[in-house]
């Protein structure tokens, strides 16, 4: 169960990678639920959608590596790590596209049920992209 588990989740992140939203319908569930939910965006896999269409407007060229992935049970855990360059800015933190390259780091926990993504637990390294696009000074 756990390989199984973490090729559903291979084929997930991959698909955010190349940006195959269409191809992520079938691999989450109906009622699927996230902690890490971009506030002000709709539940689930909508929302989450529209966080990542977000984020390819302002890093066109955003490319994802998977670092780690690994499950245990019905949880499986990655780290990733994104490159790309603010082309679009992001309006949320008040950047407009400046041409920086940023790197950030990422974790997340997914929950399978019945071969799905039931449940998404994230962490994204906010600060350092702050820092990175200018938006608050390196320490």
Known sequence: MSKDNEDLVRRVEEAWDANDLDALDELFA???F????VPGMPPGLAGAKMAHQASMSAFP???????????AGDRVAV???IR???QGG???IGVPANGRPVKVESI??????DGKIAEHWGQ?????LMQQLGAMPSA
């Open 30 to 32: 109906p009622d699927f």
């Open 34 to 37: 996230s902690h890490a939910a």
């Open 61 to 71: 060229d955003r490319k994802m590596t998977i670092d780690d992935l690994f499950a």
């Open 79 to 81: 780290r990733t790590t």
């Open 84 to 86: 790309g360059t603010n």
């Open 90 to 92: 992001l309006a949320w």
């Open 108 to 113: 997340s926990i997914y929950r399978v049920a």
């Open 124 to 128: 994204n390294d906010v600060m350092g």
